[in-house]
T-cell receptor, first 115, second 112 residues
Framework: DVKVTQSSRYLVKRTGEKVFLECVQD?????MFWYRQDPGLGLRLIYF???????EKGDIPEGYSVSREKKERFSLILESASTNQTSMYLC??????????????FGQGTRLTVV | GQQLNQSPQSMFIQEGEDVSMNCTSS?????WLWYKQDPGEGPVLLIA?????ELTSNGRLTAQFGITRKDSFLNISASIPSDVGIYFC????????????FGKGITLSVRP
């Protein structure tokens, strides 16, 4: 069974804290993604990575950074958490889009509350 | 960033009814994916489509990849209460470093 695992289901952090969200996949996928999900706005791409140590900004990268030191792990970092970063964060992985039969699989999500 | 168009935002149907959802784009995709998200969970892949015109079923679900490659639809037949959730469409472009593009999702409610 394919597996994308996010380290926490729920997190509560204080404004100004540095926050790490971890994601691990066991499918040997090249691509990994971080999204945030807010009511009425759908899924918005924060960052994605198509290889180890490679990263590209998505649609809303401000206030976030990422790290991919190993193929199976993709971390999202909130440098200084703010209340407007309270959201559901979703990690996903996939094989590259130029290969046939691309599919993307999601983790269970991390509900982050910044107080 | 680009998004796919899904509307309406919410749908309300009676148990046993069929429902159809559409997803459109101004750009061509090579892969269309349909996901369902239960409350508090991550999206789960329902159906993947890889060829223009392709029609694929998964139980009571049927999805089609539009022949223009700019749209897709999902049909749910004989709905049941556990069909409630948010249904997302997503598309992939061909090419290196390609990324998923999502619709905003449709929240489906099923009245018993």
């Amino acid at each position: 069974d394919v597996k994308v695992t996010q380290s926490s289901r729920y997190l509560v952090k204080r404004t100004g804290e540095k926050v790490f969200l971890e994601c691990v996949q066991d499918m040997d996928h090249e691509n990994m993604f971080w999204y945030r999900q807010d009511p009425g706005l759908g899924l918005r791409l924060i960052y994605f990575s198509y290889d180890v140590k490679m990263k590209e900004k998505g649609d809303i990268p401000e206030g976030y950074s990422v790290s991919r030191e190993k193929k199976e792990r993709f971390s999202l970092i909130l440098e200084s958490a703010s209340t407007n970063q309270t959201s559901m964060y979703l990690c996903a992985s996939s094989i590259p889009g130029y290969r046939a039969n691309t599919e993307a699989f999601f983790g269970q999500g991390t509900r982050l509350t910044v107080v | 960033g680009q998004q796919l168009n899904q509307s309406p935002q919410s749908m309300f149907i009676q148990e046993g009814e069929d429902v159809s959802m559409n997803c459109t784009s101004s750009s061509i995709f090579n892969t269309w994916l349909w996901y369902k998200q239960d409350p508090g969970e991550g999206p789960v892949l329902l159906i993947a489509l890889y060829k223009a015109g392709e029609l694929t079923s998964n139980g009571r679900l049927t999805a089609q990849f539009g022949i223009t490659r700019k749209d897709s639809f999902l049909n749910i037949s004989a709905s049941i209460p556990s069909d409630v959730g948010i249904y997302f469409c997503a598309g992939f472009f061909t090419g290196a470093n390609s990324k998923l593009t999502f619709g905003k999702g449709i929240t489906l409610s099923v009245r018993p």
